[in-house]
Structure formats: C-alpha cells, structure tokens
C-alpha cells in the first residue's frame, strides 16, 4: 500500500490523502490548543485560590493583650477574626493565675509573670475562656471571646 501512495503522490486521490492528515492535524492541533488552555485556567485558579487562603492566614494574625489581676480578665479585644490569635498574658494581681481557651493553657503565672499563647481559631463562635485555678472562675475570672470572619 505504501508503494502505491508512493507511486500516486500527484493524483487525485493522494491530493485527498493530503486534505484528509491537514484537516485531522488542524483538528488535533485546535483540540490540543483548548486541552492546553483549559488545564492553564485551572492551574492559575488554583494557584490563585491557595495564594488568597495562605494571606488570609498569614493576615489574620491577631495580638490580644490579657491583663489577670485578682480575680478578673481585661482583654484587649472581645472580638477576633478567624486565624492566628497571640494571647499576650500578664498576672497583674497579687496571687497566682493562668489563661485558658480553646483547650490551650498558659502556665501558671505568679505576680508580675506573663507569656504568650498562641490559638489558632478556625471556626466562628463564641470561646469561652476562664482561670483553671480552683474557684477563681467561680468568683469572676471567666469571659468569652467572639470569633468571626
């Protein structure tokens, strides 16, 4: 067959050979073409879709001040968004305290003491937050923290 094609390179049915492979090529080529576009599009929602969730994370690094005197919380926000929470915590009071929220605990600190707790809140809501010592909550270390978008 192939010395046939050969030998009819010039006749009218191998001109029809030639049209039929160009018109598939063009074809494929076209297919391909959109193929190539279409799997372009979504790479670069996604990329763009991780990149916008990876600065929202990275943005919503929130600090709030927790200041323990005897037997009461101040905090410096009573409203956060969703995200990184840093919780600057200090014992202004004259016995010992903690902070906890969120199933996250600071150690317990004495007089003057403080630290950080770091709460990652990835849900709205309302958080409540108390002091683990025995009856401190109980007489006003207690209060909620509101989590929104």
């Known amino acids: 067959m192939q010395g046939f094609i050969r030998a009819n390179r010039s006749g009218p049915l191998a001109t029809e050979a030639r049209r039929l492979v160009s018109s598939i090529n063009t074809k494929d080529r076209t297919l391909k073409s959109a193929l190539s576009l279409a799997v372009l599009g979504l790479v ?13 994370e990275f943005a ?3 600090k709030v001040n ?3 005197t005897d037997y009461a919380f101040a905090l410096s926000k ?3 968004r969703t ?10 009071g004259e016995v010992v305290h903690d902070f906890k929220i969120a199933r996250k605990k600071t150690p317990i600190y004495e007089a003057g003491q403080g ?3 770091r709460v990652v809140f990835k849900n709205i809501g309302r958080y409540p937050f108390i002091c683990t010592i025995p009856g401190h909550a109980a007489i006003g270390m207690k209060g909620v923290l509101k989590v929104i978008r």
């Open 115 to 117: 630290g950080a707790l």
């Open 60 to 62: 919503a690094t929130t």
């Open 78 to 80: 009573k409203t956060v």
């Open 66 to 68: 927790v200041t323990m």
């Open 44 to 56: 670069a929602l996604l990329i763009a879709t991780g990149s916008a969730a990876s600065n929202q």
């Open 83 to 92: 995200g990184t929470v840093i919780f600057q915590v200090v014992n202004k």
